[in-house]
């Protein structure tokens, strides 16, 4: 295949060949192996990925050459393919057959498509199941899961990882060569088992061993998880239990730890295929898929050795599992939720991200979603790209007539007819390729962060405190709240770099680390803001409550301390503003912490109920920053308006003014800047632009008024 191939700068198309061969040559001077995608421009190179998951192992043979024609004259670039065929290439144990593989490949190598291979460690085949019954997970209730679905194994199991690697292997030999391919997905979204964790013999011998490595010793053990509590303390690894049903809640030092082998099980398990791909596929790239901001596992330990985070993106599925378990929702909080799963994946490595799978039709297995609204596809695939996306795939080619997603609904009807948003995907691609690789690779300025720590988040989860708290939740309504546009905001770790940003905000910022407090205290007096949300600081990174006044190794730095924390469940509290918020006042919803300032300014307090007229937000000046706690739950608009407040003290510049649920996002390179706006509403709106802009896939130009329709999506550059 000579598909042509655009560097970063988007200035000098260069030849598959020509570049193969040119980057290999400084590479092997070098001495090094880097994937052929990652190679020595410095940004990633990579042939414009708009593309279908495509399963040739579901259709006929006779059909696969007008498959990938009409892929290709649809416009797409790339499929994904056999991440769920283990059973065709290895139908017994040890005997492969990569033939129907091989000329599936080549036909659509013929027709220009590049191809992205699965590894199929998702769904093992019946004959493996049944000969290895040990490699099944274990959900949180003690019970086996059974074959006759999917992600049904353990992460830990020796059999499983040994057999897993060895397709990998095989597939890596066949088709490292093969024309056409460009690169790996690793298994198939390990944060979607139907239990979150796996709690097997293999697992508990697995956690055993994870803890003698962390610990050292059973004494460093017993101390850091206060074993001695219900008698539990261990004179032996073996004794070590996973936190399965026993009569009373787990130890919570153990509990997070075992969410933290879980995570480490999963990542150790995708690099142990990585580490094969890399040996015999030095040419490729090597990615996995999953739904971004599940907690299930640390995705940023997960993609840590992979080249770049693939997300998969259902909006209209989603919408109908939200409705299905009847959470309240308003009108655009579908949008935001995915806007934020899509900043979350671009944060991952800091780079674009792939949507591995995007909605093309009516989604689910046994229900499903409707048709999405004529526009909606391409307002989704823009989505993508305004957050950060550099390559889309629609999921998925044609619709299953057989198999457990029949209704999972694709390009192709199940009479091969095309879908109902086939055109809609047609023009999309048109426009996206159309703006270019320069676009597409390019950053996205974010002067804003928000924490995203998986500590505090399973922490939480182990004992949430308030049968209604979720770390999930608070991030959620932060997010929304910091910029009502979803514009302009990274997720960043507690120990991440944060120097790029003016303000970051840590809602329940529950476990803290000496050393992130330290962090936090340095990047406060280099000019940072910092608001933390009520119960933070609350505990060690052993789940143990901290010894000092709360918030613990935040409360100098805050000014403050809390007096009493108060989970609320009757009547909602109420704050009232003071100082720079002066003016208004707000609803408080599920928690209340009752500040005794020491040294900080008092922004909020408490109307209602024994603690009212009791600090509830502080600001402390330290250096030449300002740290801030929020020590009340505040909802809504009072929550948007609050933190909206901070930003502009830090001097954030926030984006145009938009209407609600119309969003506004920028990406830049090489100076040039490309505004998004999208619709995500059903109603034709408008927004005012400041100065000239050129819409760059149409090139009309406007001037103040930008007329956006129901479920719109436009990109303007500036002049
Ligand atoms: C994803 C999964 C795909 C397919 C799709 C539709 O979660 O990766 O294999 O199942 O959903 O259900």
Redesign the pocket.
Known sequence: MEQDLVTEAGVRPVSRRAFIEGSLAVVGAAGLQLPLWAQPLGRPVLPLLFGV?YYPDHTPESLWEEDARMIADAGLTNVRIA??AWGLMEPSEGKFEFGWLKKSCDILNKNKIAIILGTPS?APPPWLSKKYPEIMEVDEKGQKLHTGG?RFTCPSNKTYRRLSVAIATEMAKNFSDTPGVIGWQID??MT?GSSRRCYCDYCQQGFQDWVRTKYGSLDKVNQAWGTVFWSQTYTDFSQIPVPLPSGGDPNPGLALDYDRYQSYANASFIEEQLAVLRKLCPKHFVTT?N?SLLDVIDLREHYAKLDFASL?N?PG?FDMLMRESKVEMPPDAISAMIAMSHDFARCIKRKPFMI??EQSGK???KTFSPQPAPGQVRLWTYQAVAHGAMGVNY??WDTATFGA?EY?HGMLNHDRSKSPAFEEMKQTVRELKGLGQELLYSEYPAEMALVFDYNSSWAVSIQPQHFALSYMNQVTAWYGSISPNHSGVDFVAPDGDWSAYKIVYAPLAHVITAAQAEKIKSYVQNGGVFVAGFRSGVKNESSQMVKTPLPGLLAELMGTTVEDYVPIYGAKQSVKFAGMLAGWAAECGLWADVLKPNGAEVLGTYTTGSYAGKPAITMNNVGKGKAVYVGADVTGEGLANLLGKFAGMAGVKQSLQAPRGVEVTVRRAGGKEWMFLLNNGAEATSVTVPGGFRDAVSGKAYSEKVELKGFDARVLLAG
């Open positions: 998951d991440e769920f998702a999917r198939n979204e979607l898929n739904v998969d259902y599925f591995m799978e989604a689910g297995q999921f998925r997603e999972w």
